[in-house]
């Protein structure tokens, strides 16, 4: 157990809905870390919280946005959903926030029919 | 572009024999190579970081090894157990864009 806590673990919806997944980070990390990994593309990383700020930003898109809350859980709100955002999305956490040893959480199954 | 690529995607091994994963890369500035476990359904690992070339970790069967443009994770005996894919990740000194990079990974699949 990584100490990384995603919820939910399965989630099924329809083209065009929007959806929160939500990501509590292991006790005394200040860093959250998202990652989208599809068959095709391999693991992608999203977007990077530090202590309720952005740090980083990487391949994701205008539909898709995220932050952290002061009690350091994050949520990624994905919109306008599409057949090709079907992917694992997994949360990550770290202590610092430079990207050193991720944790990982077991993930979110999103599947958009 | 900073890149990670993986070889080979697949690899099927007997128990007891032994094999190395490769992971080459091409970016501005190393500051860190990790190599991660992942099994099916799960979120990855963590199994080592390397800083600097000629630098090695062992853990159990597995050593990583790494060079100025590659990575090597041998399995020495390896069991059932380790099957798994095997991801590694580099992260680059430019402070903008610490969060790692991922290869594709290698599936390991190790028969009794």
Known sequence: DSGVTQTPKHLITATGQRVTLRCSPR???????????????????????YNGEERAKGNILERF????????HSELNLSSLELGDSAL???????????????????????VL | EDQVTQSPEALRLQEGESSSLNCSYTVSGLR???????DPGKGPEFLFTL???????????????????????????????????YLCAVQIM???????????????????
């Open chain 1, 27 to 49: 006790s005394g990390d200040l860093s959250v870390y998202w990652y989208q990994q599809s068959l095709d593309q391999g693991l992608q990383f999203l977007i990077q919280y």
């Open chain 1, 65 to 72: 946005s995220a932050q952290q809350f002061p009690d350091l």
């Open chain 1, 89 to 111: 999305y997994f949360c990550a956490s770290s202590v610092g926030g430079f990207g050193e040893k991720l944790f990982f959480g077991s993930g979110t199954q999103l599947s």
């Open chain 2, 32 to 38: 860190g190579l990790f190599w991660y476990r992942q």
């Open chain 2, 51 to 85: 800083y600097s070339a000629g630098e090695e970790k062992e853990k159990e069967r597995l050593k990583a090894t790494l060079t100025k443009k590659e990575s090597f994770l041998h399995i020495t005996a390896p069991k059932p157990e380790d099957s798994a894919t």
């Open chain 2, 94 to 112: 430019d402070t903008g864009r610490r969060a790692l990079t991922f290869g594709s990974g290698t599936r390991l699949q190790v028969q009794p």
